[in-house]
């Protein structure tokens, strides 16, 4: 008995957590806005959005399983670091929706040749799919393998106001 109250108690506090989370921290940027410039923080795992210099919002995000260093080789697992540009998007990604990043960069294809291997690519900030279902606002406790991932709400809303040859910059 002591174990069903706990699993019941644990899974009214997961059902509470995401009901809060979505009332407070959703706060839609403004309409018909234009992002032309994304600053990644992957040491505080976040994403500042702007437009024109002024800051819309700050994400949440999940990164790459090995989240120290930039990325170099082909399945190391890691988020690239550096300077990059939004290149395409993508309606139908297997995680809900995705905005391409630009990766490799020159500097990303000289390193992995000093290394002989490859850079690897297809690095995308995306949703979360259909693999956390409604409780996708932990989709910070998981890793990518790589690229950038948010709640697919919130890449519904960057999908419509990122424009293509956005910069983004991905810091330590």
């Known amino acids: 008995m002591k174990h069903f109250i706990r699993v019941l108690l644990i899974a009214f506090t997961m059902?509470?957590?995401l009901i809060i989370y979505r009332s407070v921290t959703h706060f839609p940027i403004p309409p018909d806005s234009k992002i032309d410039?994304?600053?990644?923080?992957?040491?505080?795992r976040t994403m500042h959005v702007f437009s024109k210099e002024y800051l819309l919002k700050t994400y949440s995000i999940a990164i790459g399983?090995?989240?120290?260093?930039?990325?170099?080789?082909e399945g190391d697992q890691k988020t690239p670091e550096g300077h990059y540009m939004i290149f395409n998007k993508n309606p139908h990604s297997r995680y809900h929706k995705n905005l391409g990043i630009s990766y490799p960069n020159?500097?990303?294809?000289?390193n992995a040749k000093k290394l002989g291997k490859s850079t690897g690519?297809?690095?995308?900030i995306?949703?979360?799919?259909?693999e956390l279902g409604p409780f996708d606002i932990f989709h910070t406790w998981f890793y990518t393998d790589g690229?950038?991932?948010v709640t697919n709400d919130e890449m519904d809303e960057l999908?419509?106001?990122?424009?293509?040859?956005?910069?983004?910059?991905?810091?330590?």
Do not use: F, Q, W
């Open 106 to 110: 020159a500097d990303d294809r000289a």
């Open 37 to 44: 410039r994304i600053i990644v923080d992957k040491s505080d």
């Open 65 to 73: 399983k090995n989240t120290l260093g930039k990325k170099e080789t």
């Open 121 to 124: 690519g297809d690095i995308k």
């Open 147 to 149: 690229c950038i991932r």
């Open 159 to 172: 999908y419509k106001a990122v424009k293509i040859g956005a910069n983004i910059e991905i810091k330590p």
């Open 126 to 130: 995306h949703g979360t799919g259909t």
């Open 15 to 17: 059902i509470m957590t």
